[in-house]
């Protein structure tokens, strides 16, 4: 039996936020690797291990969260993965947007740390939902 901790990529450019949700995670016994934008997410992606779950924001510099998930989930390497979006952003049509990009969860800031913690432990625990 291995003690492998499951694996979470972070990707938000608010380091104040970012170190709160690696705090949070880590206590709840995650790794984690965090990102402040979509080509620090990339770099990491394309070596491995790949992480068990994304905690992904939508407003990132450069390229938006949203574009950065149709990026990823154009590639098949990642289809298994899943994404859960933490964002700002609580309008009905961009969580729909978020979802149809291919976010398994949608979640909205400010959280509930144990809605966070339980949520990363759902997607990996069930996988991806694949909607077509």
């Known amino acids: 039996m291995t003690d492998k ?3 979470v990529l972070i990707i938000d450019d608010d380091d104040a936020l970012q170190k ?3 705090t949070l995670l880590q206590r ?3 790794d984690t690797v965090s990102a402040m934008s979509a080509a620090e997410a990339a770099a ?8 068990d779950a ?18 990823m989930r154009a590639k098949a390497v990642f289809d298994k ?7 700002a952003l609580a309008d009905p049509e961009q969580i729909r947007e978020g979802l149809e990009a291919g ?3 949608y979640l909205t800031k ?3 740390a144990n809605n966070l913690v339980k949520t990363i432990q759902d997607v990996i625990r069930m996988g991806r939902v694949k909607r077509n």
């Open 20 to 22: 709160l949700v690696v």
């Open 81 to 87: 993965l899943p994404v859960v979006i933490l964002s």
């Open 103 to 105: 976010a398994d969860r």
């Open 110 to 112: 400010p959280y509930l």
């Open 28 to 30: 709840a016994n995650f």
């Open 5 to 7: 901790k499951p694996l």
């Open 54 to 71: 994304v905690l992904l924001d939508l407003m990132l510099p450069e390229v938006s969260g949203i574009e950065f998930l149709r990026q």
């Open 44 to 51: 990491i992606l394309r070596k491995p291990p790949l992480p």
